[in-house]
C-alpha cells in the first residue's frame, strides 16, 4: 500500500516549510570556520588534543580526467574483505554468526583467492555444549575455526558478529600478508572500530574488552598487522565507504558552537560539495533556493592524525579509554605488548568526496606510515585516482568483497542447515515473513 496523494502532499508541504528555516549559506560558512579555526589541533574542553593535521592543512580538487589517467603509484594492490550471515538465533537458545574472509589481488592470483578464513562465533548459555573446533578445508585452502563468545546478558548478538567478522579479517590478513608486495587495503577501517565502540556503549560490552582473552586476540592482531607492515614497508590502508564518526561534531558541541550536522560525514561533505546556490520558482509559483552541485571533480583534504571517538583506545598506553584496574597497562592498550613507539599506531586519515554519487569516502592508515610524506602521497595519489577510476572502492577492495560476501541465498540455506544440525529451528518474527517472503516454519 502506497501513501494517498494528500497525505503526500501534506509531508512534503512540512518539509517546504523547514527548508525556508534553514540557512544553508550560513552552514556552508561554519563549514569553512571549522576548517579554518578549530582542526588545527582540535581540542577538547578539558584541552586534550583530539585530531590534528599530520603536516600542512590543505584541501585539495583534481578533475576526473585528470586523476583517471595519472600513472599509478602501485603496480600490484591487494584487497581484504569479510562478510558475515549476521546474527541468527535458534530455539535452543544458540545466538551465531558466521565470518568469511577472503583477499584479492590486482593483478589477479587465482592461487590466493581460494585461500579462505571462516570464523563461527557461538553464544550459548551451556558453555559445555559448544566445543571449540580449528580445522582444516579445502586441501588445507580453507581455515575453519567455531569458537565460544564470552558471556554476556544481553547484546548477545553484536558480540558473535563482531568476534566474527573481524576475527576472520584480522585472521585471514595477517595468514596472507606476505602474499601481499606493494600495498593492502582493508574494506574498512585498519582497526576493529565495531568492537572497540563496546567501550562507550554499554558496561558489559566494556568489560569483555578488558576482561575476556577473545576481544582482545582480535585486537592484538591488528596491531601485530600494522608492526608487520612496518617491518615490511608495505603500507596497509583501510578504506571507509560509509565513515560515522562524530568526534568533531561532538567536541565543537561540547565547546558550545552549535554545529548542525548530524555527524563528521556531512560536515566534510558540505566543506568538500562545489557549486552554487541558486533561486528557483516551484509549480506553485513560490520562490526556493536550491544547491547546484559541480560534478566535475573530485575534492579532498589532507591527512589528520586522530584521537577521538574509538581511535582515543589505541593512543599511547590505551590508558584514556582503559579500564582504571586492567585495562591501559604498560604493555600498553588492553595489556598488549607492541614493538613500534606508541605514536607509530595512531590512526591517521583524510576524506574524500565523490560528486557523482553525492558520497564521502574515509582513507585510514597508521600514523608509522603516513608520517614518511612520500609514504602519505603515494597512498593519497592511489585513492584518488582508484575512485576516480571505479567510481567507488579500489579495484582490489571491489574483488576482495566479491570474493567474500555471502549471499542472501546461501546465507538463509547455511541458516537452515545449522538448524538442522543442531536439531532445533531458527528464531522467526514477523519481519521475516514479510519481508523475507517466507511462508511459515
Known sequence: ?????????????HARRIERSIDEREHQRFAEQVWQEFLDPLRDDSGTELLAPVAEQQLHEIAFDTAALAEPTFETTHGLDSGTINPTSYKNGLVLDVAHAAMAAEPSDLGLHRKRSLITTVHSGDLASVQEIDERLDEGHTHNRLLRAPQVPRFEESVVHELALYLAESSHALDQFDA?????????????????????????????????????????????????????DVPIV?????????????????????????GDTALFTRLLERGEFVETVDERGETRREWERDADALTYTSWFRSRGGADRLLVGDGASGGNASTGGTSSGPFGIERSLDPEAYEVTFFVLYDPRDDLLYRVEAPLALTEDESCRQALTDFVVREVATERGPPRAVAKA???????????NDLRDALAEAFGTDRMRDYDDRRWGGESGG
Do not use: C
Not at 500500500?1 to 508541504?13: A, C, K, P, S
Not at 568483497?401 to 546465507?411: F, K, N, P, V
Open 1 to 13: 500500500m502506497t501513501l494517498d496523494r494528500v497525505h503526500f502532499e501534506g509531508i512534503t508541504g
Open 180 to 232: 601481499v608486495e606493494e600495498l593492502l587495503v582493508l574494506d574498512g577501517p585498519i582497526y576493529p572500530k565495531g568492537m572497540l565502540n563496546w567501550a562507550d556503549r554499554a558496561p558489559e560490552l566494556r568489560d569483555l574488552l578488558y576482561d575476556e582473552p577473545e576481544p582482545r586476540d582480535v585486537i592484538e592482531n591488528y596491531i601485530r598487522l600494522v608492526e608487520r607492515a612496518v617491518e615490511r
Open 238 to 262: 583501510g578504506f571507509v565507504k560509509n565513515p560515522a564518526s562524530k568526534a568533531i561534531t561532538r567536541t565543537l558541541r561540547d565547546r558550545g558552537q552549535q554545529a548542525p550536522w548530524a
Open 401 to 411: 568483497d566479491a570474493l567474500a560476501r555471502i549471499g542472501q541465498r546461501s546465507t
